[in-house]
């Protein structure tokens, strides 16, 4: 691993906190790799004053409208591309790319849309009292959102992940709005509780983990593309679900899923025929013939018969 070297990246260097003039205040300003080590993790001290300055330039950067937010983006982003190789170089530019919004509570409707974030993204345990906005977001670092609180409106339709998307133990408490999503990394919902349901159709996901996610109202999948691994074991949906259209490239788990509405799967097609011994359906739709239909039916996608109702119009 190449060591970073201050002096030979020093015009690097001083892009970087000319950019992020938050650093001067956290102790570590002749020593940008110290900071870097402290914001990636290693908790110290000084590092809890490092985090609180990143905290608080993040949420005045955000204060300061989309416009400036997308410009601080665009160049955190060109000074990564010029890490090359130099993977210090790199840990020192995601560091400081990282948008702290952790433990916030936003008690007003807050509009993300159409934000870059150039590195890591953390919302964990955040609280949005009232609507929030993600529409065609980009996250090119990992985005954490464990354990948010959504009680209003939430709306990620379009937006782009290229790393882990992480929603485990979080809640909607109105139906949440993920059509035309991609996730590029792992998709995680695990323990997500959808009180009102959720909505991902045209999503593309690579892999995808919804193990133990509540949906308490209609649900759909309906023309998603799952291109890894996918699981749903577990899961509970209280109303009917539906997977018309739904592409699985890779395995899917469906062990031990409940369905206490409709099921709807026609025109489904899976790489890997999944095992449906332990799925119960309480509400009809078309999972019976599933069940019964030849598996090469289901590689090849050839159920026109069964029509394209989706899952709103029949509940």
Sequence with gaps: MTKFNPQRNSTVVA?????????????????IVHLARAL?????????KAH????????SRFASGRTAWNAWSQEMLEIRSLAGSDPALVAVC??????????????????????????????????FESDCWFQGATFFGQATFQQAAFLGEASFE????????????????????????????????????????????????????????RFGDAASFTDCEFVGPVSFKRALFQACCGFEGAQFRKSVNLAQVEID???????????????????????????????????????????????????????
């Excluded at 003039?21 to 570590?28: L, S």
């Excluded at 609180?52 to 949420?59: D, S, V, Y």
């Excluded at 990282?98 to 345990?125: H, I, M, Y």
């Design 158 to 213: 379009r937006a782009s992940f290229y790393g882990l998307a992480d929603f485990s133990n979080s809640m909607f408490m109105t139906p949440a709005q993920f059509r035309n999503l991609q996730v590029l990394g792992p998709a995680v919902f695990e323990n997500t509780d959808f009180s009102e349901g959720g909505w991902f159709s045209a999503s593309k996901f690579n892999t995808a983990t919804f193990d133990n996610a």
């Design 94 to 127: 995601d560091a400081l790319a990282k948008a702290n919004f952790s433990g916030t509570r936003f008690t007003e409707g807050v509009d993300f849309a159409a934000l870059v974030f150039p590195g890591q993204t953390d919302f964990a345990g955040s609280e």
């Design 261 to 315: 509405g409709a099921a709807w799967f026609q025109d489904v097609k899976f790489a890997q025929f999944p095992d449906l011994a332990s799925v119960q359906v309480g509400g009809g739709g078309d999972f019976q013939k599933l069940m019964r239909s030849p598996r090469v039916d289901h590689q090849s996608g050839n159920n026109a018969q069964w029509g394209r109702q989706s899952c709103a119009e029949r509940s």
């Design 40 to 48: 990636l993790g290693n908790i110290g001290p000084i590092s809890e």
């Design 15 to 31: 892009e970087l906190k000319l950019l992020n003039p938050w650093v001067e205040n956290t102790d570590h300003n002749d020593d």
């Design 52 to 59: 609180f300055e990143q905290r608080l330039a993040t949420m």
